[in-house]
């Protein structure tokens, strides 16, 4: 299970990660929210929306592909809570 580090930028908040296996994104929002998650499988090139939709405070999915390493961006519209965001790899 890795942290996810959001840095804010006029309102909108952003965390990146990669991962190398099926995978997990708990992220727990301070007040209700947009949520997009964003993945390539080119670093820091072609993201593209896989998932987007409004959350009450709590987000968590689980996320299956065949190839790996995918890079993640996620965006959220609220402040994150502190040390409630994670993002787990299947072992």
Request: with cysteine; glycine share 6%.
């Amino acid at each position: 299970m890795a942290a996810l580090t959001f840095t804010e930028t006029n309102g909108v908040y952003t965390a990146t990660a990669t991962v190398n296996s099926d995978f997990n994104v708990h992220v727990e929002a301070q007040k209700p929210c947009s949520l997009s998650l964003h993945i390539s499988t080119v670093e820091d090139k072609g993201y593209q929306n896989k998932y987007e939709e409004e959350i009450g405070r709590v987000f968590d999915k689980d996320f299956h592909a065949a190839v790996f390493p995918k890079y993640v961006r996620i965006i959220i519209g609220a402040a994150p809570v502190s040390g409630a965001c994670y993002i787990t790899e299947a072992e």
